[in-house]
């Protein structure tokens, strides 16, 4: 049943990240690199006068290089991501505000009645069947019916939460290694600049510093923005983190409340 389910993901997380590098990159050759080239050239123009001046490091400056765009992209495609897990939680959760069992205070559910309560989830379509909730009532209705034994119910409805906790886990993997990768490629530009600025270092023997301070502006901004932008992408992710573990939460509740503790054998 997962498996009609993965091809339909990728294929968003695929288009995610198409959508991802053409807006990132669209907007760096029509904004950003002509506002940071036309800054620069202000400043060289300045310096090659004799003016004295402070240089302007402008946002513009700060983000242009490539090591920043790439940070952009990995930073959009991994939040697109997390907007997609979050809202098929958020349809997952929406089932658990539905009666899916019909039980009241005091009703019992006896072995010979688990069939009745299920056939209202198996009427459900395969979508909303394959979520959760559904599957883990739907398996201990079953078990209830065959075993009458309400132990084996709630082992068997343990097992499908936690292999759905494991599931949403293992999903989060992709999106764990951008938020390592990004201050990884910040470092690249890091050592790109220093590079850079060594390259220079002759020319700064000889009065002209220029190269060098262009080099460390390459190193430092890199730096900074992959920081930072790291600092964000943790935060959503542990957000989606404890917003999935609560989903699971609840449908452990839900299950407890709604049906285990409703479970009689005569």
Known sequence: MAKARFPIELKQEAAALLIAIGVVHLFYIVWVRPQAEATLTEERRRAEAGESFVAERTVWVVIKDY????????????????????????????????????????????????????????????????????????????????????????????????????????????????????????????VRGIGESLRQAYRAAAGDVSGVTQGLGVAFNATFIALSTSLLLMFFLHQLQLFQERYVLDARTYIDQKLIRHLQVR
Do not use: H, N
């Open 67 to 190: 090591e920043q765009e790439t940070v952009f992209i990995l930073a959009l495609w991994s939040l697109s991501m997390m907007t997609l897990r979050a809202r098929r939680v958020l349809d997952a959760q929406s089932i658990s505000d539905e009666q899916v069992i019909p039980v009241s205070e005091g009703m019992s559910i006896l072995p010979e009645d688990a069939r009745e309560y299920a056939r209202p989830i198996e009427a459900m379509s395969e979508e909303r069947r394959r979520q959760l909730l559904p599957r883990a009532l739907l398996a201990g209705l079953d078990r209830f019916a065959a075993t009458k034994d309400v132990q084996d119910v709630a082992a068997a409805t343990e097992a499908i939460c936690d292999a759905e906790a494991d599931r949403l886990d293992s999903e989060m993997a992709m999106i764990r290694y951008i938020a390592w990768a990004i201050p990884a490629i910040g470092f690249v530009g890091t």
